[in-house]
């Protein structure tokens, strides 16, 4: 479960704020994917990273009740004096796993070679990509937080990605950002809007997304 109380976020632009939560009540539960949709701009990848715990609310709490996996694919908490053998070191003591499980995943699954010994700064951004993708498949988490990404590398790549993670969702739930009605219907059974720093959630997906088109004039 995931809950937020009274949770409030809001940047400033140019002396103006904009809001992306206004006193959000609200609770995921467990054995439910969601699909997040909203306008460009509206807040949902900030939504994504508050629950990640990469990014705090102004005011109120998040609480989260088992392994939440930072987003999918995200790389930005490593530094790239980094190697790939110290990521895993990283993530395996931040959550608390066996490394050397961690560390022989990630070896094997991002065929980096020579270069899991290499300083990430090193790394083409494909050989990035890899290596954090392989990172958060290398843990069974309770709940994926996906902003957009699900596959990562060429054609071959991307399918052995979208094979481990159809692994995962046998056992983990999944909160989603994405652009694409096919992928959120592909990965979610349930829905929530968030608009003007509010967010609805439908425990029905084709009425989310119905809703959705209607707010977007489709």
């Known amino acids: 479960m995931i809950k937020f109380q009274d949770v409030v976020k ?4 140019q002396g103006i704020s904009k809001w992306v939560l206004r006193g959000l009540n609200l609770e995921f ?16 990848s900030t939504i994504v990273r508050m629950i990640a715990g990469a990014e705090d609310p102004d005011f109120g709490t998040i609480t989260r009740d088992g392994l939440i996996s930072w987003p999918l694919g995200f ?3 490593l530094s790239g004096t980094m190697t790939g053998y110290d990521a ?6 931040l959550y608390a796993v066996d490394a050397r499980h ?26 990035r990509a890899k290596l954090n993708f392989g990172l958060s498949m290398s843990i069974d988490f309770d709940c994926y937080l996906i902003d957009e990404i699900t596959a990562v590398g060429d054609s071959r790549f991307k399918a052995k990605c979208l094979e481990v993670f159809a692994e995962r969702r046998k056992r983990s739930d999944i909160i989603m950002v994405s652009h694409s009605e096919n992928t959120i219907r592909q990965y979610c059974d349930m829905g929530a809007i968030l608009e003007d720093g509010l ?13 959705y088109k209607k707010l977007m004039g489709a």
């Open 102 to 127: 961690v560390i022989s995943f990630v070896q094997d699954f991002s065929e980096l070679g020579h270069y899991f010994y290499e300083p990430v700064n090193s790394y083409s951004s494909g050989m």
């Open 10 to 13: 809001r940047y400033k632009t």
């Open 75 to 77: 790389g930005g908490a």
């Open 88 to 93: 895993c070191m990283f993530v395996s003591r």
């Open 199 to 211: 967010v609805r959630l439908y425990s029905d997906l084709d009425e989310a997304i119905f809703d």
């Open 29 to 44: 539960e467990r054995g439910r994917s969601v699909g997040i949709l909203g306008r460009n701009g509206a807040g949902k």
